[in-house]
């Protein structure tokens, strides 16, 4: 994994739908990653949902996909 690539997570289905609940979303609503991104970690189907972590300066911010 490259330095400059942000960290990418694949959520458990308990933890994503966690996440869908709180936000009051479907999983159809989240921006998507194709199944064959390179940067996606191992293992990842269509339909789970990745976290994306990305430092910048002191903070870490998280965004979601869903891989199609």
């Known amino acids: 994994m490259n330095i400059l690539q942000p960290k990418?997570?694949?959520?458990?289905?308990?933890?994503?739908q966690e996440l869908?609940?709180?936000?009051?979303?479907?999983?159809?609503?989240?921006p998507r990653i194709f199944s064959n991104d390179s940067s996606l970690p191992d293992g990842c189907n269509i339909g789970d949902v990745i976290?994306?972590?990305?430092k910048e300066e002191e903070d870490v911010n998280v965004y979601y996909r869903v891989v199609v």
Request: no cysteine; net charge positive.
């Open 20 to 30: 869908l609940d709180k936000l009051n979303i479907s999983k159809s609503q989240l």
């Open 8 to 16: 990418q997570i694949k959520m458990s289905e308990k933890e994503a």
């Open 51 to 54: 976290r994306i972590e990305r």
